[in-house]
């Protein structure tokens, strides 16, 4: 038995077992969701298609996670305007297990608990919190005055004579004209 159901603006076509990613379900990890927008439920033997939703209609799926989809580079460009613009976006998922398709909702079996399946994941260090009264400030050192050196005088550099300087050329005085 497969159904198509939808959800985010998309549609999906899923089977009982089916691993997919939808958009963000607002249910935790471990629940259960119910799509109630099935459009298409087929079997071997009949189709029921819906005008548009199937009446009573329910698919049950568990929330094994949620996590954020691959990066997507947003590039803004006019031309000959010096205008370049560059963004990324990770859109938010969920990875949903279809557990149950029926054609009347009344049908589904009671919700059972569902464990959710451990992810590798690498656990994030955190800071130990500290309030401001239970560090104690550190004393503060009293500087030393600083010992000057004693000046020594650098040695003077010798100049090179550099190249002659050229002289310009004379100007012609202007030609006054005749009347």
């Not at 009347?104 to 992810?119: G, S, T």
Request: proline share 11%; no cysteine.
């Amino acid at each position: 038995m497969f159904a198509i159901i939808k959800t985010g603006g998309k549609q999906y076509r899923v089977q009982e077992g089916d691993v997919l990613s939808v958009e963000r379900l607002p249910a935790g990890t471990g629940r259960t969701t119910l799509f109630d927008q099935v459009l298409l439920i087929g079997d071997d033997k009949e189709t029921l298609i819906g005008t548009p939703l199937v009446e009573k209609a329910a698919v049950r799926a568990a929330v094994i996670q949620d996590f954020k989809g691959e990066k997507v580079i947003v590039f803004k460009k006019k031309r000959r305007k010096q205008y370049r613009r560059t963004r990324g976006h990770r859109q938010e998922l969920t990875r949903v297990k279809i557990l149950n398709i029926v054609a009347d909702a009344a049908l589904l079996p009671p919700e059972e608990k569902i464990e959710p399946q451990p992810i590798p994941q690498e656990a994030p260090v955190e800071a130990p919190k500290v309030g401001f009264e239970a560090v104690p400030k550190p004393a503060k050192k009293e500087a030393k005055p600083k010992e000057k050196a004693a000046a020594v005088p650098k040695p003077a550099k010798e100049k090179r004579p550099g190249k002659p300087k050229k002289e310009a050329p004379a100007k012609p005085s202007p030609k006054k004209k005749a009347r």
